[in-house]
């Protein structure tokens, strides 16, 4: 949390509330405020979406790492903010994905759209978070046992996944499970398609469309989740986080607060294996749920900074491009290995978080800039 | 030694009444058939040596650790069987002897969990603002807490337990750690709360500081019930100053 | 299969499970019990012990001085590691996850580039010598002429008889006498009665004059050197791959974890009894996947019913205060 007096002082005063929109969206729990930030993030935002035009950028390389900044938030609210490692954010992934892909396969050609794969692809994951999530919090789990557990869960998934090959046992409806080949048949997983009969708005998973259509959802995610950690649910995630056991003398159910944000943090996972499903019309075992999928997500969020939202987000994007360079530039055993070794790196040197570093710097620049009437001004308050 | 009386209720029935209360931790009995009886709007002190099972007996009271025999009963209530956050809802309010305060955030924002449960946001500056001239913390609102003194926290996770609006307050050693003047200033803080009409359970271990509240106190020893009665009447006892081994 | 056959193969196995999470886990073990860091790069270690073996053996020098060697290799290694990385994170444990991690993919990235995606191969030591249980052969243990004789002409086992490597009961016996070992390492000598004083308490050991620095980067050297002799034992049964390690890491892991921090060779030992049990039966009733799930769920299980691992419910049940 970054409610640093010390910092850019007035800004974070408790009497000074900014107006409107912005009223919403900034806070104590979020990195970011006032016209530099809100200027800045107009400005890259214009340039992520001129990218594929004006820069050349190839869309179905960029667009898995939009998928990976809601994986990556959903890890940021769940660990760094409510404070709980989950090791397995990858199983809520695949659960998504293969939801989305399984009711894709059944409905797709009756209904001509995805929107119930979609939403399964989203509330299964949660039903399943709710379910494990009740017995874990409500059993007093708590640090490294719930992350193993969740990494354990990931990896049973996976066993079982891969083993799901005989086509007379393993189907739902038209989908066969496929075990290690994925799910099939993958020319019949759909991409995201929104609308109803002749009005169908098709969106394939390669092209600028789900670039920016992914990128629009990633932003307006963004913002609603902000909203939200700015509320004060927001407060209470961090208390926990916190401090449990003086939470709970205020009266509040740790567990259901626990359980909350676990859940939320499964939607926002499925959301992106559901996602990415569609992008790549396919779903397998290896892919999403295993050990390195899950792992992926850890550093994104360790090295950009857990805590903030922004900074975990920008560090999931930051990190694939750089996967995505080194493996075509170099070769793969280099790119897993200059990982490694960034995320060994920046535990050490900037244990909060790179990005939070920047971003810290950054508001100090800004703040030096405020004039000395001002801050004597607000001192009055 | 003053025998351990059954309280009679001045004002009729007691907020809070631990019947026969026993807590194990396997071989060792930490509370040992405890009675007590606490009227509303009382001021009471817990007083004992080391070891007595006074911090043991607040963790009974909140919820933290379950009684192996005997109820707890707020207003009439049995709470026995209660997680903390229901007990802290029904009323009760408890300030730990580990103090417990959200050291990486402000002062301000310490209050608002606490505040949130009965008040919205746009209220709480104010509210605020009357807490912190109460507990001698005002216009510290922005400061980090972790950048406090001791005692200021201290007096903050007091703050923050008062900001709870509860009926009922446990502090377990409020003026621990803190100075001459600190402690001096603490008393008063007390003293002023319970005359609003909160009631308020104390465990300390400074004589001085008990003998400025003045209040009924009650003496635990090897988790039992040992001595009860005003603060002067426990301090002449001879038996009771015999568990203290000599010191006052 | 007659009865006593089968007996025989279900307690064979479970003396096989047991030894490798013995093994792998032992290292782990003292590591997360004494420091509260979670090393995952302890399959690392384990590969770095398998490929010293490898090399060694390679260049004629025979196996158990291999192993040795390995352990020695992986101890220095793994105090190099503690003191320039590892010790930024004493009881952080979800830091020093995420940090051993990315030191896990470095290692393994670092081998594969030198070394290739893998080495030839180590024969398995008494490969000659098996145990026959079944049939008209009863129990017997054979050399190699004794065992051609029982294949005979055909070649293959007569009906009813089954073969037992004898090197896995080499390996379990060399897992309980590292387990015995380190026990009274612990308990009986100097250095792990300092070791004990400063995991409990490391500023009182420090006034008391321990240099915490070195016990913490002997403790991190003894896990990560019985890492390593776990890495040269496996080398000799299976596939030599920089990737060789990460298979045990997660089981070691679990195992760990569902042992306990409070009772560091306890805690192992009740988990590997109760994991290896689950998981032998139901691979035996159903398959080896179902043995697999098994155990993970027994591990879920557990944790649920012993949040703090199988050590720290034994220890809240004794009352003791923490």
């Known amino acids: 949390m970054t409610g640093r007096a010390d910092e850019t002082t007035p800004v974070n005063s408790h009497a000074k509330i900014p107006f409107g929109f912005l009223r919403l969206v900034e806070g104590p729990q979020t990195m970011g405020r006032g016209w530099p930030f809100w200027t800045g993030f107009a400005i890259v935002i214009l340039l992520a979406f001129l990218a594929p035009t004006y820069f050349g950028i190839r869309p179905y390389r960029v667009n898995e790492f939009i998928v990976s900044g809601f994986l990556a938030a959903s890890l940021s609210i769940l660990w760094g903010y409510a404070g709980i490692l989950s090791l397995g954010q990858a199983a809520f992934f695949g659960v998504g994905g293969y939801v989305f892909g399984i009711i894709g396969i059944n409905l797709f050609d009756a209904t001509g759209n995805t929107h119930l794969a979609l939403a399964g692809g989203i509330l299964a994951p949660t039903v399943f978070a709710a379910f494990v999530g009740a017995i874990m919090f409500f059993a007093r789990l708590k640090g490294v046992y719930i992350a193993i557990l969740m990494l354990v869960l990931s990896l049973l998934l996976e066993t079982f996944m891969l083993q799901t090959a005989d086509p007379e046992v393993y189907r739902i409806g038209e989908a066969l499970l496929g075990g290690a080949n994925g799910l099939r048949p993958a020319s019949d997983i759909p991409s995201v398609a929104f609308g109803w009969g002749e009005a169908v708005a098709e969106i394939n998973g390669r092209r600028e469309g789900f670039y920016y259509f992914a990128l629009t959802l990633l932003i307006v995610v963004y913002l609603a989740l902000r909203m939200l950690l700015n509320s004060s649910f927001g407060y209470l995630l961090v208390a926990v986080r916190e401090d449990p056991d003086r939470t709970e003398t205020f009266g509040y159910d740790v567990r259901l607060i626990q359980l909350a944000v676990f859940c939320l943090s499964a939607a926002l996972a499925g959301l992106a294996g559901s996602l990415d499903t569609a992008r790549i019309n396919r779903v397998d075992p290896e892919l999403v749920f295993s050990v390195s999928a899950n792992i992926m997500v850890v550093i994104w969020v360790a090295v950009g900074g857990r805590k903030d939202l922004t900074t975990a987000i920008l560090g999931a994007i930051t990190l694939e491009w750089l996967y995505l360079w080194l493996t075509t530039s170099g070769s793969p055993e280099y790119a897993t290995l200059v990982m490694g070794g960034i995320l060994v790196a920046a535990m050490l040197i900037a244990p909060e978080g790179v990005f939070v570093w920047i971003g810290n710097r950054l508001g100090r620049l800004f703040g030096r800039s405020r004039t000395p009437a001002a801050k004597a001004g607000e001192a009055h308050q | 030694m003053t025998a351990p009386a059954a309280m009679t209720a001045a004002h009729g029935r007691p907020i809070l009444e631990i019947r026969n209360v026993t807590k194990d931790f396997g071989g060792v009995r930490a509370t040992d058939d405890l009675s007590l009886a606490i009227a509303p709007g009382e001021l009471h002190c817990m007083i004992g040596p080391n070891g007595a099972g006074k911090s043991t007996f607040f963790k009974l009271l909140m919820g933290t650790i379950r009684p192996t025999k005997g109820e707890i009963l707020f207003n009439g209530e049995d709470i026995t069987r209660l997680p903390p956050h229901q007990r802290a809802r029904r009323g009760l309010g408890i300030k730990f002897q580990n103090m417990q305060v959200y050291s990486e955030l402000t002062v301000f924002q310490n209050f608002f969990i606490p505040l949130r449960r009965n008040h919205k946001p746009s209220a709480m500056p104010g509210l605020v603002a009357d807490i912190l001239d109460r507990i001698h913390l005002s216009g510290l609102e922005d400061e980090l807490v972790r950048n406090l003194s001791h005692g200021q926290q201290q007096w903050l996770s007091i703050g923050m337990s008062i900001a709870l609006e509860p009926k009922v307050l446990l502090l377990d050693e409020p003026a621990a750690g803190m100075g001459r003047d600190e402690t001096q200033s603490t008393a008063e803080i007390i003293k002023s709360l319970n005359a609003e009409g909160m009631t308020i359970i104390v465990i300390e271990h400074d004589m001085e500081f008990i003998r400025n509240l003045s209040s009924r106190t009650s003496v635990l020893h090897l988790g039992a019930l040992f001595a009860q009665g005003s603060y002067e009447e426990i301090e002449t006892d001879d038996d009771v100053r015999k568990i203290y081994l000599g010191k006052v | ?322």
């Open chain 3, 1 to 322: 299969m007659d009865a006593f056959t089968q007996i025989f193969g279900f307690a064979f196995q479970y003396l096989d499970s047991a030894a490798y999470l013995i093994l792998a886990a032992l290292g782990l073990s003292i590591i997360f019990g004494m420091m509260g860091v979670i090393n995952m790069a302890h399959g690392e270690l384990m590969m770095i012990g398998a490929y010293i073996t490898a090399f060694c053996m390679y260049g004629g020098i025979p196996a158990p001085i291999a192993i040795l060697l390995a352990g020695v290799g992986a101890g220095i290694a793994g105090m190099i590691l503690e003191r320039l990385i590892i010790r930024h994170f004493y009881k952080q444990l979800l830091s020093s996850l995420v940090v051993t991690w990315g030191l896990s993919m470095f290692i393994s990235q670092v081998f594969l580039i030198m070394f290739g995606p893998n080495m030839p191969s180590l024969p398995t030591p008494f490969s000659d010598i098996k145990i026959l249980v079944g049939g008209e052969v009863g129990f017997a243990l054979v050399g190699a002429e004794g065992f051609a004789r029982v294949t005979g002409e055909t070649g293959r086992m007569p009906p009813g008889v089954e073969s037992f490597g004898i090197y896995r009961l080499v390996m379990f016996a060399v897992a309980v006498l590292m387990v015995v070992a380190v026990w009274l390492l612990l308990r009986k000598t100097e250095f792990g009665a300092r070791a004990r004083a400063t995991m409990d308490n490391p500023t009182m050991a420090n006034a008391l004059g321990i240099s915490t620095p070195r016990i913490y980067a002997y403790t991190f050297g003894l896990g990560s050197a019985l890492a390593g002799i776990a890495g040269g034992l496996f080398a000799l049964t299976s596939a030599i791959t920089p990737y060789f390690g990460a298979a045990y890491t997660a089981r070691a892991f679990i195992t760990v974890v569902v042992g306990g921090a409070a009772g560091v060779i306890n805690g192992l030992v009740a988990s590997v009894a109760a994991l290896g049990g689950v998981q032998t039966i139901l691979s035996n009733l159903f398959s080896v996947y179902i043995g697999f799930v098994g155990m993970i769920a027994a591990a879920f299980l557990i944790l649920l019913v012993m949040p703090t691992g199988i050590s720290g419910y034994m220890e809240k049940l004794r009352g003791r205060s923490r």
